[in-house]
């Protein structure tokens, strides 16, 4: 799960991290009223789950409280397009200002997890306020890495290595190690999966602050957390996408125009690259699970036909837990229930399998099925072209 900007540096400021003072406006006399506050001038920010906000026009400085007025207002409302959003582009329904800040030196600071050591990585930086990608391909010797133990946590002498290799010096270097000992009791406590700073920047009065953040976190913990949740903001996620996990579904949009129904995280990312080897492109990600119901079955072909941009579906069911029978009873009822009017091809494999290829076979459907993954994905494929 994703939060905003602003609801970042709230956590961030509870866990004592530096940051520069700021405010959501509600409207335009807010934001002029907010911008006085801060000494006549303020940046004015768009706030979208997002990168590259700036590139976009989503981040502006206003030198007076009229001018942020102004750009309050042309904010509000707009489709904000970034290289992260897609060509459709986000819309802007909080606008968000902070006090603007002496900049002496930009630096770049994330935590991660890295699946590969199942430990958190911190990833640092000279080069602040670029993107990380940009520093890995043309300057890599200048992102440091430290893999943090998880049984000791986050070490003095780490945060300290870190420190040295962003050039921080004197007092500063003292904050930066503060800093970087608190950001990570935030990420292990609050269950994040990346916090990225970028840009951290050293302050000509010698503070180290985060003038940008973008947090994350682990939805399998988010039970744990009842104060992240309720930051969740329904307007930046996919209808279909928030439709799907009031039915336990795990579905993700893609761009697409065959959709997938499967059980099992593995078996859908199998499914859509042997799609894609065959020329197609899939719709979406959807996981039903491995004890998944007929109403789940039923719900997620719903979900998958709900996008116009849908020109055929396969569905790939392995039966361990989830017998075939039952998945092939809950196609041929959502099908008529429906009224699937693009082709369907199903692959069963498993427990009762059999069974449910002849109750397909049997229900005067134009259902396709297949004999095994290979021949469902060129079933699917053809089907579309």
Do not use: W
């Not at 309050?72 to 909080?94: A, D, I, S």
């Not at 499914?271 to 109403?295: Q, R, S």
Request: hydrophobic share 45%.
């Amino acid at each position: 799960m994703n939060i905003h900007e602003f609801q970042a540096k709230e956590l961030l400021k509870l866990y004592q991290v530096a940051i520069p003072e700021g405010r959501v406006a509600q409207n335009a006399d807010d934001a002029r009223r907010i911008t006085e506050a801060f000494g006549g001038q303020s940046v004015v920010k768009a706030q979208i789950h997002a990168g590259g906000r700036g590139k976009g026009g989503g981040v502006k400085f206003a030198k007076t409280p009229e001018q942020a007025a102004e750009l309050f207002t042309q904010m509000l409302g707009m489709q904000l397009v970034t290289k992260q959003t897609g060509p459709e582009g986000r819309k802007v329904q909080t606008v968000f200002l902070s006090s603007p800040a002496d900049i002496e030196r930009e630096l770049y600071l994330s935590l991660l997890v890295d699946r590969g050591s199942s430990r958190v990585m911190v990833l640092a930086s000279t080069e602040g306020g670029m993107e990380i990608e940009e520093v890995a391909e043309a300057t890599p010797e200048k992102i440091v890495k430290v893999s943090v133990d998880p049984a000791l946590g986050l070490t003095g002498f780490q945060a300290r290595e870190i420190c040295f290799a962003l050039g921080l010096e004197g007092d500063a270097f003292k904050k930066g190690v503060t800093f970087l000992m608190n950001l990570y009791r935030l990420f292990v406590e609050k269950d994040c999966s990346m916090v990225e700073i970028n840009p951290l920047i050293l302050s000509k009065q010698g503070d180290v602050v985060a003038l940008d953040c973008k947090m994350a976190f682990d939805d399998n913990a988010l039970f744990r957390h009842p104060d992240v949740l309720a930051l969740r903001d329904l307007n930046e996620e996919a209808a279909e996408e928030i439709e799907a996990s009031k039915f336990n579904l795990n579905f993700i949009k893609l761009d697409g125009n065959i959709g997938c129904m499967v059980n099992g995280a593995g078996l859908a990312m199998a499914t859509m690259d042997i799609i894609k080897y065959h020329g197609g492109e899939p719709a979406n990600f959807l996981d039903v699970g491995g004890g998944a119901t007929e109403d789940a079955v039923k719900n997620a072909f719903r979900i998958i036909l709900q996008d116009p941009s849908v020109k055929a579906v396969l569905v790939n069911i392995f039966g361990g837990i989830m017998r075939g029978d039952i998945v092939a009873t809950g196609i041929v009822n959502a099908a008529r229930e429906i009224g699937i009017k693009v082709p369907v091809v199903v692959r069963l494999e498993g427990t009762n399998a059999e069974e449910g290829k002849r109750i397909l076979s049997e229900s005067g459907l134009n259902l396709q099925v297949a004999d095994g993954l290979k021949d469902a994905a060129q079933k699917a494929v053809a089907s579309v072209k």
